[in-house]
């Protein structure tokens, strides 16, 4: 089967880092996406990794390890507007595009 | 450029009813993915149409059908609903089979079955 596996909750000070894992089983893996969604919004695409790496988009950062079954999204210089949830997605072989449970991330003052 | 644009924004039916939920692309998108947004969980993909074919579907029953017209635009149909339908239901889209392509989310539909 396929699933995915991330903290449902973060919580972090303004300024700071934070990392959010993901790990996922699926068969003919693809690559491993990161979008956010802020309450009552629509997800909103962050990145894309096929390879193994880090991809690096302005304070925003992703990371993925094919071997491991492993990724993360990366955060620098948290600001209040970064508080939302963030879902990792894997591409699979049979063309779907399969969301994690999504990690809720409070950003305090 | 307009976004991805889903009608009505709220959708309230009592069980047994059927209910549609419509969705227009980006212009130039071919291809449309319907999912299902329980309230506070992840998404769950329901269904993919590229170019008026049906690609793929997730693991729900087949009272969830939909159809994709010429124009692209997309319809998802859910018939005889249950409570646990109540959802929000989330239409993307993106330029043909390659899902390493973004996805661009419309607003939802939030449909409510009492």
């Known amino acids: 089967g396929q699933s995915l596996e991330q903290p449902s909750e973060v919580t972090a000070v303004e300024g700071a880092i934070v990392q959010i894992n993901c790990t996922y089983q699926t068969s003919g893996f693809y690559g491993l996406s990161w979008y956010q969604q802020h309450d009552g919004g629509a997800p909103t695409f962050l990145s894309y990794n096929a390879l193994d790496g880090l991809e690096e988009t302005g304070r925003f950062s992703s990371f993925l390890s094919r071997s491991d079954s492993y990724g993360y999204l990366l955060l620098q210089e948290l600001q209040m507007k970064d508080s939302a949830s963030y879902f990792c997605?894997?591409?699979?072989?049979?063309?779907?595009?399969?969301f994690g449970s999504g990690t809720r991330l409070l950003v305090r003052p | 450029e307009a976004g991805v644009t889903q009608s009505p924004t709220h959708l309230i039916k009592t069980r047994g009813q059927q209910a549609t939920l419509r969705c227009s692309p980006i212009?130039?998108?071919?291809?449309v993915y319907w999912y299902q947004q329980a309230l506070g969980l992840g998404l769950q993909f329901l269904l993919w149409?590229?170019?008026?074919?049906?690609?793929n579907r997730g693991n729900f029953p087949p009272r969830f059908s939909g159809r994709q017209f010429p124009n692209y635009s997309s319809e998802l149909n859910v018939n005889a609903l249950e409570l646990e339908d109540s959802a929000l239901y989330l239409c993307a889209s993106n330029n043909g089979l390659d899902l390493a392509d973004t996805q661009y989310f419309g607003p939802g539909t939030r449909l409510t079955v009492l």
């Open positions: 212009s130039g998108h071919t291809s």
């Open positions: 997605a894997v591409e699979s072989s049979s063309y779907k595009l399969i």
């Open positions: 149409y590229d170019e008026g074919e049906e690609r």
